[in-house]
């Protein structure tokens, strides 16, 4: 079975960075079969419906990014440690929310940030930005 577990939320001031990371096991990155899958992060306030932040497509590393963090998040992943990072730089206020973090093996490229899309889930970090 497919597990994501994030780690590396906080509590951080306004500017500040933060970088999360998710570790995958039960899939590998170096999979010849599934070689075309979807790596993400959402994230979800209190109150907000999740929102899709950034993604990876494995099969040419084409990333995807929301207005909202473009410029300031990055997206990566470490194929040898089976993990995916994202790195968040600039943090404001707005950014608090639990992260999570997604996978998929047959993603509908056209829709790369809808929740909807993603299968496999990990339980969430907190990220708590204070001005």
């Known amino acids: 079975e497919v597990q994501l577990v994030e780690s590396g939320g906080g509590l951080v001031q306004a500017g500040g960075s933060l970088r999360l990371s998710c570790a995958v096991s039960?899939?590998?990155?170096?999979?010849?079969?599934?070689?075309?899958?979807?790596i993400a992060w959402f994230r979800q306030a209190p109150g907000l419906e999740r929102e899709g932040v950034s993604c990876?497509?494995?099969?040419?590393?084409?990333?995807y990014y929301a207005d909202s963090v473009k410029g300031r998040f990055t997206i990566s992943k470490d194929n040898a440690n089976n993990t995916v990072y994202l790195l968040l730089t600039g943090l404001k206020p707005e950014d608090t929310a639990v992260y999570y973090c997604?996978?998929?093996?047959?993603?509908?490229?056209?829709?790369?940030?809808?929740?909807?899309?993603?299968?496999?889930w990990g339980r969430g970090t907190q990220v708590t930005v204070s001005s």
């Open positions: 039960g899939f590998s990155f170096d999979d010849l079969t599934f070689d075309d899958y979807a």
């Open positions: 997604a996978a998929e093996v047959l993603m509908d490229w056209a829709w790369p940030l809808v929740a909807e899309n993603y299968d496999y």
């Open positions: 990876m497509r494995s099969s040419n590393g084409h990333t």
